[in-house]
């Protein structure tokens, strides 16, 4: 008895103090299985809410994990590593250079020569036959692997996030979805918000005029909100960049003319 009371003392001259440089260890959370199961209340249930042993656990919101990093991914339709000054090439790039000295130069990154396959297998982290996508949208046949339909169990990369917590977002061209099913009626589970990305700005299709462009907001299509001759262009409109924001341009691939 007198040694656990001895335990009991020694713990209590030490107590532990919870500071903002050392976060409370976040709780285990089953990320194995998305969407992750509903957590079942486990215990008694009382009828009475002055009941002593009336007793819930706090409503909470999902997260991503602790320490997790924002993730900004910015796609340019055909330009190759050779184009930008972060590897030798002739266009200013001062951002990359900042970001390769640093950090790293990744180059594995391996294109499709085609625009719809690359970002297919970008986004799903797949190669592109497997997700549907052997040539653009534009050119899909019944043929297997080139029908421009993403097969149901792969899942895009937003998805993962966004059921692990993330906020998602993509700005701009979205070259992806079938085009039986670009319409005002859908079906939109292949466009951005059907596959991952809970906000979405932007074209859908190939190409768009960079003064006058047929833009989306989500599945709506929306007004620019203002004319060319009032200053707008379609690649100077900015938005607020959430936990993972997706951004694609294409002017080199339909360069501007003014």
Known sequence: MAKTTKKASAKKATPTKATKSSPAPEARIAREVLPMPDLKHVGLTTYDAKDPNTKYPPITTLRPPMGAPNVMIVLIDDVGFGASSAFGGPCKTPVAEKLAAN?????????????????????????????????????????????????????????????????????????????????????????????????????????????????????TAVEPPKSPEAGYRFLRSGTRIPLLSYATRYSTAIPIVE
């Open 103 to 219: 950090g790293l130069k990744l180059n594995r990154f391996h294109t499709t020569a085609l625009c719809s396959p690359t970002r297919q297998a970008m986004l799903t982290g797949r190669n592109h036959h497997s997700v549907g996508m052997g040539a653009i949208t534009e050119m899909a046949t019944s043929a297997p692997g080139n029908n421009s339909i993403r097969p149901k169990e792969k899942a895009p990369v937003a998805e993962t996030l966004r059921l692990n917590g993330y906020s998602t977002a993509q700005f701009g061209k979205c070259h992806e979805v079938p085009v039986w099913e670009v319409s005002p009626v859908g079906p939109f589970h292949q466009w951005p918000t059907g596959s991952g990305f809970e906000h979405f700005y932007g074209f859908v299709g190939g190409e768009a005029n960079h003064h006058y462009p047929g833009l989306y907001e989500g599945t």
